[in-house]
């Protein structure tokens, strides 16, 4: 019994030994790959050793497990964990594994009545509707926010608590209640955890669920005749120098055959086929590097002199015209006889009003 539980112990540890070791490698490389299927075999290995001595049975509670074996009830929640990881041709099924680990482990912990009574709910909300399992029920978008603002304080309140209890490992080796707290948070957090992943993986199961099945895989005898014809090609190509694998020719040879062969113009200057004028290379090279603005073409001068030209401007006066310069009613400042009779005709005309105020020729209405 004690060699076994030596196996368990030292299965655990290797497993865990190897999960630590995947965290210096991307999740896609084949290092990464390589550790992940060690730490599962390793795992499922160290699982099936604690089943032949019967280290959990349902007859049993909390307190008959000792605080230094509750760590093994965590077995298929890193089983969980680490097959959710993998990378292989049909991901539905390795999501069906995950869930069916993540299910052994809460149900080992309904046994031993390690759930809380939320995470109780949770568990029977579970095993009621597995493939829509949602921890945010609600479609009202308020209690969506309080119910993840909820869950990620718990998060936070957990890691907090477990690393406080494993600041002083010394201490745990002679402090049984200390070492039993620590296995206890590590379980909570873990529970907290599987919700999580369990969550996103109906999501997922969902999502693959609308995507279009995979083609059927090829026959090997078609895959062999491919292969033949490729081989039969590249022996044709060293024997026939006009034979070439590419789909489409070249472009000296579309312009040396066909449509576009022959000359664009006849003798007489008619053209023969559809053409392109093309600019010549100085334009091109002057219109690199303009601004990207449009410039002006014409100097203000020019802008002038153009408009004057069309008729839209009159230089002098207009006359009866109504145009330019100086029309009726203005005088000419250097005409001085001009301006003498325009004084003139101003003084008679203030002269007049004031002989005559406004209003004195009314005698119709006087009283």
């Given at each position: ?207 693959l669920s609308l995507a279009p099945s995979s083609p059927p895989p090829k026959d090997p005898s078609s895959i062999a ?118 004084t003139r005709k101003a003084r008679e005309w203030d002269e007049f009003k004031e002989e005559n105020p406004k209003g ?8």
């Amino acid at each position: 019994m004690e060699e076994s539980e030596d196996n368990i112990r030292a299965l655990f540890n290797k497993a865990t030994t190897l999960r630590q070791k995947l965290e210096g490698f991307e999740s896609t490389s084949e290092v990464y790959q390589e550790n992940l299927r060690s730490a599962i075999s390793t795992l499922e290995h160290c699982r099936r050793a604690a089943d032949q001595i019967s280290l959990f049975s349902p007859n049993e509670t909390e307190e008959d497990v000792p605080s230094g074996d509750l760590q093994y009830l965590n077995i298929d929640y890193f089983l969980g964990e680490l097959t959710t990881r993998q990378i292989g041709s049909d991901r539905k099924i390795l999501l069906q594994a995950t869930q069916h680990a993540y299910e052994k482990y809460l149900s080992l912990l309904e046994t031993y009545t390690l759930l809380s009574a939320s995470d109780e709910r949770l568990y029977e909300q579970y095993l009621d509707d597995r493939e829509h399992f949602s921890l945010l029920s609600t479609t009202d978008p308020s209690k969506r926010r309080e119910t993840k603002i909820s869950r990620f304080k718990q998060e936070t309140e957990l890691k907090r608590k477990l690393e406080h209890l494993a600041l002083n490992p010394l201490a745990l080796e002679n402090d049984d209640s200390a070492l039993r707290s620590l296995r206890r948070a590590e379980i909570n957090l873990n529970v907290h955890t599987t919700f999580h992943s369990l969550d996103l993986i109906a999501q997922e199961i969902a999502i693959l669920s609308l995507a279009p099945s995979s083609p059927p895989p090829k026959d090997p005898s078609s895959i062999a005749n491919d292969y033949r014809e490729r081989t039969q090609g590249r022996g044709r190509q060293g024997t026939d120098p006009s034979f070439n694998e590419r789909l489409d020719p070249p472009i000296s040879q579309l312009l040396s055959s066909g449509r576009g062969a022959g000359p664009i113009l006849s003798k007489e200057g008619k053209p023969l086929k559809p053409f392109t004028l093309l600019d010549n290379r100085q334009n091109v090279r002057n219109g690199v590097f303009r601004p990207d603005h449009s410039l002006p073409t014409m100097s203000i001068d020019e802008y002038l002199a153009e408009e004057r030209r069309r008729g839209g401007m009159i230089d002098g006066g207009g006359g009866e015209t109504g145009g330019a310069g100086t029309g009726e009613g203005e005088v000419n400042e250097d005409d001085l006889e001009k301006a003498d009779e325009e004084t003139r005709k101003a003084r008679e005309w203030d002269e007049f009003k004031e002989e005559n105020p406004k209003g004195s020729g009314n005698t119709l209405n006087r009283g």
